[in-house]
């Protein structure tokens, strides 16, 4: 049977049913006041490219968004789950529910599950106790708070350039652009990573969407 | 929780008493074993186009199991709601009883509410269900169909994954269908355009995959109602059939018979009497 490599870890899966990745390169940033959040827009089955647009920013309630990698099967159903379980909360709280609340959601399920889902989410939004939060529940499980979080296959080619180029105290245009760049970096190196940058940007005033397309992509001089 | 769409709720986790019971049929005694009949696969070209308001699926005819070509005029396009249409790849009897039980999910669910169903409703209890069977259910499906929102497109992989797309081509000849569409399609073509397209499509995938051939159906979703042309496009090669294969009883002489008695004893004897006297 043959293999499929996400980050180091490699599962099997039978040759007849081909599982559908998506392997990818997946970021948020917090900055003062927001989040800014972006993806490429791959999904492959395999070697084919089963969807070249993407959208793996899934909203899940109306200021709190997470990006998705792995399995795009685990993910949605993860998402569904989240999503549900989320707005049930909020309905009860009367309030707005906390980004935190949304990443421990995510946490338990994938901990719980974590035998039989490939999943690695980055759940990132805006609330009114703490402003802007960025968490990450790679594959296993573990959930922890970042200011800056990478994830997918891509990730590995960019933590150097992240890395250096994070600085604390950004504005919202030096974080949408160090989002771009860093997206940009991975997908040209990263075969499984590929198309436009989703980006987002979710603050107090609520959720600003685009779309970089392939020409329009920050160039680099080697590439 | 309650759905609006199924009388029973839907049992937690996956129902494999089928493949129990096949596994006791096939290890069975030495006489009594019993070979599973081996799955039909519909090697496949499908694709689905978004046009203007509309929406077209199209597909080709063939269905194979191995390398023998099963069914030379199997129905890909399957009825799901009067506005819904679903093109279906993989394991034949997957697509067929799937897309069946969702027709019957959304009629319910038509009755119980009083709504025309909506095509992201199927979706989402096609993703449902086959997210549930972890990918054993080994349906590639295309739905599209028109509803009060507008047209849509979405596809639905094994594994329970979903995408929503302009055009699609699913199938083992989905390359080179692919090929095609993201070549010429445009957003907003007009209806024989989109036609022309599809069928394209269609007729590349028959040419270049092995798995996929014969007719090419055609199914146009409008808000006003739904066009099923079968076949859109006949193939070229008509067979006829040279001469009668079948044989009279009789038509070849038997040479020699043998008879072996088997030796039967009888080991047991059970009567159970019928209650003929009449019931009170």
């Given amino acids: 049977s043959s293999s499929c490599t996400f980050l180091n870890v490699t599962f099997l899966y039978c040759d007849e049913n081909v599982c559908v990745c998506v392997q990818t390169t997946i970021m948020a940033v917090e900055f003062d006041g927001g989040v800014v959040m972006g993806a490429d827009s791959r ?16 909203p899940i309630h109306e200021r709190i968004f997470c990006c998705r990698s792995g399995s795009a099967a685990d993910t949605q159903a993860i998402a569904d789950a989240v999503t549900y379980q989320l707005g049930f909360h909020s309905i009860e709280l009367d309030e707005a529910p906390l980004v935190q609340t949304a990443a421990s959601l995510f946490r338990d399920m994938c901990y719980r599950y974590r035998e039989e889902l490939m999943a690695g989410i980055i759940v990132a939004g805006w609330d009114r106790r703490r402003g802007g939060q960025v968490y990450t529940v790679p594959v296993g499980g573990m959930m922890t708070r970042q200011p800056v979080s990478v994830g997918g296959s891509g990730s590995s080619y960019i933590y150097g350039f992240v890395d250096s180029n994070y600085k604390p105290a950004m504005s919202k245009e030096e974080c949408l652009k160090f989002t771009a760049e860093a997206l940009t970096l991975a997908m040209e190196r990263d075969g499984s990573s590929g198309g436009v940058v989703r980006l987002a940007v979710i603050s107090e005033q609520g959720v600003e969407r685009q779309v970089i397309l392939g020409n329009q992509l920050p160039k680099f001089s080697t590439v | ?37 081996k799955p039909m696969k519909t090697g496949t070209t499908i694709a689905g186009v978004v046009y203007k308001v509309t929406r077209i699926s199209k597909l ?13 005029m199997c129905a890909k396009i399957h009825y799901i709601a009067p506005n819904i249409y679903c093109c279906g790849a993989g394991t ?37 269900m086959l997210f549930r069977y972890r990918g054993m259910i080994g349906a590639h499906l295309i739905l599209g169909g028109v509803d009060c929102t507008g047209s849509h497109l979405y596809t639905v992989g094994p594994y329970g994954s979903i995408d929503k797309v302009p055009y699609l081509a699913m199938g083992s000849g989905k390359l080179p269908a692919m090929g095609i569409l993201e070549d010429r399609f445009k957003g907003n073509m007009d209806l024989e355009e989109a036609k022309a397209l599809v069928s394209d499509a269609i007729h590349a995938g028959i040419m270049s995959d092995l798995g996929s051939g014969n007719n090419i159906d055609l199914c146009v979703i409008t808000k006003e109602g739904v066009d099923y042309i079968r076949p859109h496009r006949e193939s070229i090669y008509n067979y006829k059939r040279q001469a009668k294969y079948k044989y009279k009883p009789g038509t070849t002489p038997v040479l020699t018979k043998t008879v072996n008695q088997l030796e039967l004893e009888l080991v047991h004897e059970t009567v159970q009497m019928m209650e003929t006297a009449g019931s009170s």
Avoid: C, H, W
């Fill in chain 2, 92 to 128: 034949a009897a997957d697509t067929e009883k799937t897309t069946d039980m969702l027709s019957s999910n959304l009629t319910i669910f038509s009755m119980n509410s009083g709504r025309n169903p909506r095509v992201v409703m199927a979706v989402n209890i096609l993703q449902d």
């Fill in chain 1, 43 to 58: 999904t492959t089955t395999g070697a084919y490219i089963a969807n070249r647009v993407t959208d793996k920013l899934t």
């Fill in chain 2, 1 to 37: 929780m309650a759905l609006s769409y199924v009388l029973e709720p839907a049992v937690s986790g996956f129902n494999f008493e089928n493949s129990t019971r096949n596994i006791v049929l096939e290890n069975g005694s030495e006489e009594g074993k019993i070979k599973a009949p």
């Fill in chain 2, 60 to 72: 080709d005819n063939l269905a194979t199991s191995d390398e023998v070509v099963a069914d030379k």
